[in-house]
Antibody, heavy 116, light 109 residues
Framework: EVQLVQSGAEVKKPGESLKISCKGS????????IGWVRQMPGKGLEWMGI????????RYSPSFQGQVTISADKSISTAYLQWSSLKASDTAMYYC?????????WGQGTLVTVSS | DIQMTQSPSSLSASVGDRVTITCRAS??????LGWYQQKPGKAPKRLIY???SLQSGVPSRFSGSGSGTEFTLTISSLQPEDFATYYC???????????FGQGTKLEIK
């Protein structure tokens, strides 16, 4: 069974760093792109960026370039999304997703709350 | 970049109604479009892929059509569990930098 399991909810202060994770199982992790999607409170889905764990090829949407870093460790079938300095506007739910004919599997989401 | 314009942004309907949601792509995307349903507090769920193929386990009252730049999602007879937000997603790009529509919130009239 294909699963993407994300790390738990986080509460952080502005300026802090954060790295959230997405662990894939039940399939060849290195053979599918993983995407990250942001959903701000009460808003729609936004495409942040993608990574191909097989060779770590990474792309970012213009709105997120320079704001986050996407990475992966194929030895443990895990993708990451990280911030070096969080802002209140980063408060959102973040989803990872397996990309196959669109998105076929989603993680359960990680809620990130940034508040002083 | 491919832009997706989804309409309407919200829709009020009654149980048993037939509803249609539309997505328009800024350039031709063949049939590389999916439809997703999201309920509050949950991850989205795929309903339709490749514009018109029904995801396994999804009720047959959901259907998709279109190709090129115009796509529709139709729910033939609304059920109480269908009240949710719906998104289209174009997956024509490679590398797969996809684009969502803005979403349609389907509410009970």
């Amino acid at each position: 069974e294909v699963q993407l399991v994300q790390s738990g909810a986080e509460v952080k202060k502005p300026g802090e760093s954060l790295k959230i994770s997405c662990k894939g199982s039940g399939y060849s992790f290195t053979s599918y792109w993983i995407g990250w999607v942001r959903q701000m409170p009460g808003k729609g889905l936004e495409w942040m960026g993608i990574i191909y764990p097989g060779d770590s090829d990474t792309r970012y949407s213009p709105s997120f370039q320079g704001q986050v870093t996407i990475s992966a460790d194929k030895s443990i079938s895990t993708a990451y999304l990280q911030w070096s300095s969080l802002k209140a506007s980063d408060t959102a739910m973040y989803y990872c997703a397996r990309l196959a004919v669109g998105i076929d599997y989603w993680g359960q989401g990680t809620l990130v709350t940034v508040s002083s | 970049d491919i832009q997706m314009t989804q309409s309407p942004s919200s829709l009020s309907a009654s149980v048993g109604d037939r509803v249609t949601i539309t997505c328009r792509a800024s350039q031709g995307i063949r049939n590389d479009l999916g439809w997703y349903q999201q309920k509050p507090g949950k991850a989205p769920k795929r309903l339709i892929y490749a514009a018109s193929s029904l995801q396994s386990g999804v009720p047959s009252r959901f259907s998709g059509s279109g190709s090129g730049t115009e796509f529709t999602l139709t729910i033939s007879s609304l059920q109480p569990e269908d009240f949710a937000t719906y998104y289209c997603l174009q997956h024509n790009s490679y590398p797969p930098m996809y684009t969502f529509g803005q979403g349609t919130k389907l509410e009970i009239k």
